[in-house]
C-alpha cells in the first residue's frame, strides 16, 4: 500500500514538472532562436516543445550520452550527436537562446562544470531551463531517520540493495543497471533547492527562479496550494536561469 500510494504521488510530481518545464522552453522559443536539448535522447523533448509552439528541427540541437538512444532521432533529420555532458560542450560562446537538461543533471559527475559550460554557450538574455530532483526532502529526511539511504532516485550502488529499498522508493526508475562499470540510472549528484539556484546566481546568471513538484508525503489533492508554500523541500525542481 505505501509503495502504491508513492508511486501515485511520483506520477503526479513528474507529470507536472516536465509539463511546467516544456512551457517554459516553449516561451524562451516563442521569438525563434536555437535551443540545445541536453541528454535528448532520441529527440522526445522536441516533440513536446513543437505541441506547444510551432518550431523548426533546423533550430533544434541535441547531445545524448548513449549512441542505441540517438538513432530514431537522427533517422527522421534531428541533430543530435553523441557526447558526454560531463566535458566541455562542443559549441561556440553565444551559440544558443536556450539550453535545457531535463532529468540530467543529477547523473553527471561535474554539474557545476556543465552548468557553467551552459552560461558559456548561451547568448546574453538567453535561458538555461533544468529539471532535478531536490535532496533536501522530507522523505530523505525520514530515510535517514531510519538509517536508510537519502535517495530522491537510483542512487544505491547495488540491486540487491535497491530491491530492499522498494518498500520506501519514490521512483519508479524501472529497468536498472546499477552493477554495470557506468551505470545509466544511477543518480551522481542531487542538489538541495537553495544551494543549486545560489549556484546559478553565483556562475554569472542574472534572474534565476524556480518551482517546486511533490511535497512528500502529504497526498496530491494538496500538492499544488503546498508546492507554492514550500517548494524548497520538494521532490523535484523547474529552474528557469537567465543569461
Not at 560542450?89 to 551559440?95: A, E, G, H, V, Y
Not at 526508475?173 to 557506468?182: K, L, M, N, R, T
Request: net charge positive; proline share 7%; glycine share 8%.
Amino acid at each position: 500500500m505505501m509503495h502504491a500510494y508513492f508511486k501515485s504521488l511520483y506520477q503526479r510530481t513528474m507529470r507536472d514538472a516536465y509539463a511546467m518545464a516544456i512551457k517554459e522552453i516553449a516561451a524562451a522559443l516563442t521569438s525563434g532562436g536555437r535551443c540545445l536539448d541536453c541528454g535528448a535522447q532520441g529527440g522526445q523533448t522536441y516533440d513536446a516543445i513543437f505541441r506547444e509552439i510551432p518550431f523548426s528541427s533546423k533550430s533544434y540541437f541535441g547531445l545524448e550520452w548513449n549512441h542505441a538512444s540517438i538513432r530514431p532521432g537522427r533517422q527522421r533529420g534531428l541533430s543530435i550527436i553523441q557526447g558526454d555532458l560531463n566535458y566541455p560542450l562542443p559549441w561556440q560562446d553565444r551559440s544558443f537562446d536556450c539550453v535545457f537538461a531535463l532529468s540530467v543533471l543529477e547523473h553527471l559527475t561535474n554539474g557545476c562544470r556543465f552548468i557553467l559550460e551552459c552560461y558559456r554557450i548561451l547568448q546574453p538574455q538567453g535561458r538555461l531551463i533544468l529539471l532535478t530532483p531536490n535532496i533536501s526532502t522530507f522523505f530523505s529526511i525520514f530515510q535517514l531517520l531510519l538509517g536508510k539511504m537519502p535517495s530522491s532516485g537510483p542512487h544505491p550502488d547495488s540491486n540487491l540493495l535497491l530491491h530492499n529499498e522498494k518498500p520506501t522508493q519514490v521512483s519508479d526508475i524501472g529497468p536498472i543497471d546499477a552493477e554495470a562499470e557506468f551505470p545509466l540510472h544511477r543518480h551522481m549528484v542531487v542538489f538541495s533547492f537553495r544551494v543549486l539556484r545560489k549556484y546559478l546566481r553565483i556562475a554569472g546568471f542574472s534572474k534565476v527562479k524556480g518551482s517546486g513538484f511533490g511535497l512528500y508525503p502529504f497526498p496530491n489533492c494538496l500538492q499544488p496550494v503546498l508546492e507554492k508554500i514550500d517548494p524548497y523541500h520538494c521532490h523535484q525542481i523547474v529552474i528557469v536561469a537567465r543569461k
